[in-house]
């Protein structure tokens, strides 16, 4: 109940079309979904993150998109920049023992071709 | 610095040898994490410190992990014995409080166990 699946493993898209990623959760006590990305030999950033209680957030080109009922939601890249090829990861999260322990997703590869 | 720092970069240890991992985490935060990142899987939680208290050690994989964390700041992850299935990378990250979701991430300690 803990996990987060997330799909697909790897990505090609070409430069100026859209990037989909998607996750799905068992937990409905989750009550944040960040989305972060990760560079080769970095740590993982965060780049946009949204709460149950609104079913879409856009942040520039990205946007996450929540399905509450179907416990769904993804990261769509519009403009999709051989800059944004990098390791995206899902993640949530819920207030357990008075921390925010983040469930991780396994990661999607993104490579944008030019 | 600005961000989160983690040492070594990288570290080769021979099987059986004890390691220590070392995170700085941002001025200021009192919160602090560490996740591990094995190839191809999400990050995996392991422990996380509120100030020096280290309220939930269930994530850490067996005794031969340990952590600690002095002064509210430097956190030193420790393995014993190291064995080859602990070969990963060791992603420290820390937050303003442990109830901010916003997880700032270090570049990560590469461990490899010949």
């Known amino acids: 109940q803990q996990q987060v699946k997330q799909s697909p493993q790897s990505l090609i898209v070409q430069k100026g079309g859209i990037s989909i990623i998607n996750c799905a959760y068992e937990?409905?006590?989750?009550?944040?979904f960040p989305w972060y990305q990760q560079f080769p030999g970095k740590g993982p950033a965060l780049l946009i993150a949204?709460?149950?209680?609104?079913s879409e957030k856009k942040e520039g080109r990205f946007t996450i998109s929540f399905n509450k009922s179907a416990k769904q939601f993804s990261l769509h890249i519009m403009d999709s920049q051989p800059g944004d090829s990098a390791t995206y990861f899902c993640?949530?999260?819920?207030?357990?023992?008075?921390?925010?322990?983040?469930?991780f997703g396994t990661g999607t590869r993104l490579l944008v071709s030019p | 610095g600005a961000g989160v720092s983690q040492s070594p970069s990288n570290k080769v240890t021979e099987k059986g040898k004890d390691v220590e991992l070392r995170c700085d985490p941002i001025?200021?935060?009192?919160?602090l994490y560490w996740y591990r990142q094995s190839l191809g899987q999400g990050l995996e939680f392991l422990i996380y410190?509120?100030?020096?208290?280290?309220?939930?050690k269930s994530g850490l994989p067996s005794d031969r992990f340990s952590a600690e964390r002095t002064g509210g700041s430097v956190s030193t992850l420790t393995i014993q014995r190291t064995q080859q299935e602990d070969s990963a990378v060791y992603l420290c990250?820390?937050?303003?409080?442990?109830?901010?979701?916003?997880?700032?991430f270090g570049p990560g300690t590469r461990l490899l166990v010949l």
């Open positions: 990250a820390s937050s303003l409080w442990t109830g901010q979701e916003t997880q700032y």
């Open positions: 937990n409905t006590a989750f009550d944040y």
């Open positions: 949204i709460r149950p209680d609104v």
């Open positions: 993640a949530a999260s819920m207030r357990d023992t008075g921390f925010q322990k983040l469930v």
């Open positions: 001025s200021g935060h009192t919160a």
């Open positions: 410190f509120q100030g020096n208290s280290a309220p939930d």
